[in-house]
T-cell receptor
């Protein structure tokens, strides 16, 4: 079984809809991250959480919110989706004191 | 914060050719350095890493050496295979934090 899972894997939605992307991990890591990937722009950090009570904005947090429901779960929400949020979204985890991150398989989101 | 400059692609090679993908970074201190690989339709996975100056990371025939003097971490492989076709990301750790800073990625296509 995969250590970091993301649901859904693909989603098509319409402008203005609320969307939630979910991430779960079985690695026992404290740190969790949400990134988006766009062609030619690499990965950009949206939000990160170093433990259940710690949430931090990344470089592109506008239009997004997150919830850390438990050590193993970290959700990303788009309150009112817009077309330029069409992208590939990745969740990642890391252990305390370590830089190495472990990635989920990604969610491909299309906003029409 | 830290930043990274990675060779722009796409890079197209024939099988058994030599590969170099350049990566330079700016950083305070001496961060850990990583190369991640993303195969088509998948998430990122760690390819190799180096944690201190002059360390050489290696995996699957790929190598990269931590060059403190030139703040570089170039990825090399002596003989690429079709199965190496993927996107490669250079990622230094961010000083004083457990985050990573990702390059924009280099897409490699290897033709038979």
């Amino acid at each position: 079984d995969a250590d970091v899972t993301q649901t859904p894997r693909n989603r098509i939605t319409k402008t203005g809809k609320r969307i939630m992307l979910e991430c779960s991990q079985t690695k026992g890591h404290d740190r969790m991250y949400w990134y988006r990937q766009d062609p030619g722009l690499g990965l950009r950090l949206i939000y990160y959480s170093f433990d259940v009570k710690d949430i931090n904005k990344g470089e592109i947090s506008d239009g997004y919110s997150v919830s850390r429901q438990a050590q193993a779960k970290f959700s990303l929400s788009l309150e009112s989706a817009i077309p330029n949020q069409t992208a590939l979204y990745f969740c990642a985890t890391s252990d305390f004191g370590e830089n190495e991150q472990f990635f989920g398989p990604g969610t491909r989101l299309t906003v029409l | 914060g830290n930043s990274v400059t990675q060779m722009e692609g796409p890079v197209t090679l024939s099988e058994e050719a030599f590969l170099t993908i350049n990566c330079t970074y700016t950083a305070t201190g001496y961060p850990s350095l990583f190369w991640y690989v993303q195969y088509p339709g998948e998430g990122l996975q760690l390819l190799l890493k180096a944690t201190k100056a002059d360390d050489k990371g290696s995996n699957k025939g790929f190598e990269a050496t931590y060059r403190k003097e030139t703040t570089s971490f170039h990825l090399e492989k002596g003989s690429v295979q079709v199965s190496d076709s993927a996107v490669y990301f250079c990622a230094p750790g961010e000083g004083g934090s457990e985050k990573l800073v990702f390059g924009k990625g280099t897409k490699l296509t290897v033709n038979p």
